[in-house]
């Protein structure tokens, strides 16, 4: 098989070539471009040395050319390094060291930051793909390596997970079939970009395989880039992260999702009280989902056909969760918390160059996902955090989401947070992080959130103090970097 080859059959059999599959900016590329540009951008790679199973690093924004390289070297049989364009120059050079990359292909401004002789711009593979033939496919095994994404580095440095060709399909059922029902007829937007799993299944895997269209952005969108896109582009699917969704219900108006059909949420906790604004701003339902990197996509979610708020649904076809304790038993009793593990099709055949970690975080093809959650009476999925989110005070261990909880619910907070800080003496304290809501009094808003809590909560789950901060620390798919805020800086 070759999953670019399969994309470039199924869209010619289905009569996609002619729809519409990307809009950038003021272009549309329908699927036949796609393809037919990624056939002749593989002439140019293949000219440049790639070769099956060289590893070749992508540092583009989204844009269709990061879609149509992407499919490139796939078709060579080579391996994609997605890189964050938006990364350090050092971060940059570490991954392309580390995935012993052969060709870069990054925008002008960053090609100073490799090797001349090894870098190649989109400009550069465009201009030479229009005058190259199409290059032939290069079959490869069904677990032969397709691409390296790296996890979104929210304990530390970020690390290489390498997916394999077959992955691909086994996303379409479970989120693009049977979570969102999604088909040809629908133009979807995502925050989340495509070097990230979210975004990677989002923009390039669920759109080429349901012959759909995806508005890409370049840039992070802000609020009222993703209302004006939405309303303009008449986006039927937007996948969002929760602190998109806060701000879009605080600045957006319900007209610009007029026809929006389903929401999707992920990265991190979509609050139900959060869940119900945004519900009642799009006017359509707003799906919580669980995945990683690690296993390439989502794994768990609420679907069109089941969904209940406050949990995260089930497992999607084809995977299976447990919770366990310590010991590694499974937990079968409702309202039980313990660690989440997932099994599925689509795990991460390793860390690159770690394969210490690799069978740490694998045990007899089941991964632990460093998540903690319970099941309910139903069955369903409620997730509590991540197992290094428990925070360390007094000796006594505490959950910040039970906090957090009670603080988003006071009408002047759009989203918080809450961790261990060390005081002047080195004694660690509980110190609640909040963004709140524009023309707010601070001073007022952290005493009756200190009240709050001191009705709601045990006294050692109260915050010693609230910082009103512009924003929390996340990775670029949203995710809380709470290490960060236990320096006591945000």
């Not at 272009?27 to 140019?44: F, L, P, Y």
């Not at 050319?65 to 971060?91: K, Y």
């Not at 709601?456 to 995710?479: E, H, M, N, Q, Y």
Request: glycine fraction near 6%; charge should be negative.
């Amino acid at each position: 098989m070759n999953a670019a080859a399969d994309l470039e059959s199924r869209a010619a059999r289905r009569g996609w070539n002619t729809k519409t599959a990307y809009i950038s900016g003021s272009a549309r590329v329908t699927h036949g471009e796609i393809h037919d540009r990624a056939a002749r951008t593989a002439s140019v790679l293949a000219d440049c040395g790639v070769t099956p199973g060289r590893r070749i690093l992508l540092a583009l924004p989204d844009t269709p050319e990061w879609i149509i390289t992407f499919l490139a070297v796939a078709r060579l049989g080579a391996v994609s390094v997605l890189a964050n364009p938006g990364m350090t120059a050092e971060d940059h050079t570490h991954l392309a060291e580390e995935s012993e990359a052969a060709l870069a292909v990054v925008e002008e401004p960053l090609m100073d930051r490799f090797d001349a002789r090894l870098t190649i711009s989109p400009t550069q593979l465009t201009a030479q793909a229009a005058l190259a033939p199409p290059a032939p496919v290069h079959q490869v095994a069904p677990d032969a390596p397709l691409y390296i994404q790296y996890t979104s580095g929210t304990t530390g440095r970020p690390a290489g997970v390498v997916h394999r060709h077959s992955d691909l399909p086994h996303h379409v059922k479970a989120v693009a079939e049977h979570m969102l029902r999604m088909n040809e007829n629908d133009v979807s937007l995502s925050v989340s970009k495509l070097f990230f799993a979210y975004g990677f299944g989002n923009s390039l895997v669920y759109p080429l395989y349901t012959g759909s269209a995806a508005v890409l952005v370049r840039d992070k969108p802000a609020p009222d880039i993703i209302a004006e896109l939405a309303e303009r582009h008449s986006v039927t699917v937007l996948h969002a992260v929760p602190s998109a969704l806060a701000y879009l219900v605080a600045e957006a108006s319900p007209r610009s999702f007029e026809q929006v059909r389903v929401a999707v949420s992920a990265g991190e906790r979509l609050r139900t009280s959060l869940a119900e604004e945004a519900r009642k701003l799009l006017g359509a339902p707003v799906l919580d989902e669980l995945g990683c990197t690690e296993v390439g996509g989502a794994f768990c979610a609420n679907t069109l056909d089941h969904a209940v708020p406050g949990t995260l649904g089930k497992a999607l076809p084809g995977f299976r969760v447990e919770l366990r304790d310590t010991a590694g038993q499974p937990i079968t009793a409702p309202s039980v918390e313990g660690e989440l593990w997932v099994t599925g099709p689509t795990l991460l055949m390793g860390y690159l160059h770690q394969p210490e970690r690799s069978a740490e975080v694998v045990r007899n093809g089941w991964l632990r996902t460093g998540d903690r959650a319970e099941f309910d009476e139903d069955g369903n999925v409620l997730h509590a955090g991540r197992m290094d989110d428990m925070e360390m005070v007094g000796g006594i261990t505490i959950s910040p989401l039970e906090v957090e909880q009670v603080l988003d619910e006071h009408p002047a907070v759009r989203e918080s947070a809450v961790t261990a800080v060390p005081d002047e003496h080195g004694a660690t304290k509980l110190r609640a992080f909040v963004v709140a809501r524009p023309t707010t009094d601070h001073a007022t808003v952290e005493q009756e959130l200190l009240d709050t809590a001191r009705r709601r909560l045990a006294p050692f789950k109260v915050p010693r103090s609230v910082r009103i901060v512009s924003a929390l620390p996340r990775t670029a798919t949203g995710k809380l970097q709470r290490f960060i805020l236990r320096t006591g800086h945000s």
